[in-house]
Each structure stands twice: as C-alpha cells, then as structure tokens.
C-alpha cells in the first residue's frame, strides 16, 4: 500500500513540532487529519499542506475536555477513514511552583498531557491490532526522565506518556505495530508562552533551543524506523545519559536551578 491511501492523524497540528510533523508526513503523501482547538488556524494550516497534492481533513475539538476526546474518536469512526498512524503532540505546561499555580489549570493539563493521549491511543491502538498493522508517535520530553520544580505537573505527566508509550509497545512487540516515544528538549515553539515561563532561565538561553523542524524530523524518522524512542538534540541527549546516573533529589535540585525565573535585580 503506498502512502498515498493512508492517513495521518495528528493533535496539536497547528503549530510547533506537531506542525513540522505534519509537514513530513505530507510531503511523504499521507494524507492527514489534523486536530487543534481552533477551526481558522486548522484551515490556514490545511491550505499550507494540501499544497503537497494530499487530502487534508480538519477537526476542531478542545482535547482538554474528555467529552470532546471521545467525539474525536466518534467523528473519525463516522468518516470511515482507517488510520494508518496516530501522532499524539497536543500538551501544554504551566509554570510556577506547585503550592503557587492554580489546581484546575494543572488538572487541565493532566487531562490533555494524559487524558486525551490516553484515550486516542487506546481507541486507535485497538483498531491497528484488530488489521496488525499501524505507527503511534507520542510526544514525551526530556522532562518525561527528570523531577521538574517549576514544572512539576509537567514533568510528571511527561513521566507517564513515556512510561505508557514503552509498557504498550512491549505489549503488542510480536505485532507489526509501530509505537515511538519522542522526547525533545526546549524547543523554539509558543509552549512557554502559554505556560506563562518566559522568565525562566531556560528559555531565556536562546541558543540552547531546538529548532522544531529538526525535532519532528527526528521524531518521523525514529518511528519509520521502529525505534522505541528518540531523544532529539545532541546536548538533550547528552543530559539524558546524565540523569540516569544522578539520584532524583541532585536531578530535582539541577533542574530547578535551569528552571526558575532570572532573578533581574542582578
């Protein structure tokens, strides 16, 4: 079957790495279904990718809302459209620290970071096992293998997609499904700005930060290669070797010395 019959599905297609990964996937001929919150940046961004000659649906849907996780599915059932690989990017952060940030904002995160992932990988899963044959991508992070104060429900819903993304991979090893964690480090994206983290020491080194283009170029060519996961960036993986070596508490330390605001007065 060549690409041109099959169809990508990709959350947080409007922007950032989900965007450059939608891109790949377009010039390679799949065709795409691309979900984001808001219809006008679905439909400037489906102009942009049908330049590829490909067939591209838009879906609005608010993933922080359960209900509207489900209804995805739903609406992907009633196409009748058979989804050849499922790309998990949507996810969002909050900074600032645990006792500080507002509850139902961070439940809203873990419902989008962990929730809607769930659910998409689930439903999706079950019909690539049912044919034995299809690619799941989740988007994880570095953070995924470090505590992280400042962001410390980001973190830990990062720790959980790469830990779900490695258990069910084992699980279906003896089918002829495909599913990769790829795990960026700080990025050149609107992340930090909706997270409220322009302050942040990390961010504020510039030219420490990933072009997305790269990180979704690593992210589509460790899946087509089967690989477990990929962490993108020389320096991440680099910190990565590191942290599995280091205890939690030198990790947790580490990271909110990157992590917390520039102290301007100095």
């Known amino acids: 079957m060549s690409n041109a019959s099959k169809y990508a599905l990709i959350t947080g297609a409007t922007s950032g790495i ?22 006008q940046e679905l439909d400037e961004t489906a102009q942009e990718l049908k330049q590829n000659g490909i ?16 209804s995805l599915c739903n609406d992907v059932r009633q196409t009748g459209i058979q989804i050849d690989v499922l790309v998990n990017d949507a996810g969002q952060g ?4 645990f006792k500080d940030n507002d509850i139902n904002r961070e439940l809203k995160i873990i419902d989008l970071n962990i929730g809607a992932l769930t659910i998409l990988t689930k439903y999706f899963l079950q019909e690539m096992v049912s044919r034995n044959e299809g690619k799941i991508l989740n988007v ?7 505590p992280g104060p400042w962001q410390a429900v980001y ?6 997609v790469l830990s779900l993304t490695e258990a069910i991979r084992e699980e279906v090893n003896d089918t ?8 960026p480090g700080v990025t050149d994206t609107d992340f930090f700005k909706k997270a409220g983290m322009l302050d942040s020491k990390m961010v504020q080194d ?4 990933s072009n997305p283009a790269d990180v979704a170029k690593d992210g589509y060519d460790a899946l087509m290669a089967d690989d477990d996961k990929v962490v993108s960036g020389f320096k991440n993986k680099v910190q990565v070797a590191m942290s599995s070596m280091t205890s939690d508490t030198t990790l947790a330390h580490m990271v909110n010395e990157q992590q917390k ?3 301007h007065e100095h």
Do not use: C, W
Not at 18 to 39: M, T
Not at 155 to 160: I, P
């Open 94 to 97: 909050v900074y600032g620290q």
């Open 155 to 160: 973190h830990a819903t990062k720790a959980y």
């Open 176 to 183: 002829e499904i495909t599913i990769t964690a790829l795990l």
């Open 140 to 146: 994880a992070s570095i953070a995924s293998t470090t």
């Open 206 to 209: 510039k030219e420490a930060m």
């Open 18 to 39: 989900g965007k450059e990964l939608a891109k790949l996937f377009a010039k390679d001929q799949y065709n795409l279904i691309i979900v984001a919150r808001y219809q």
């Open 55 to 70: 067939d591209v649906i838009t879906i609005a849907k608010d993933l922080f809302n359960r209900d509207e996780v489900f």
């Open 261 to 263: 605001p520039v102290d």
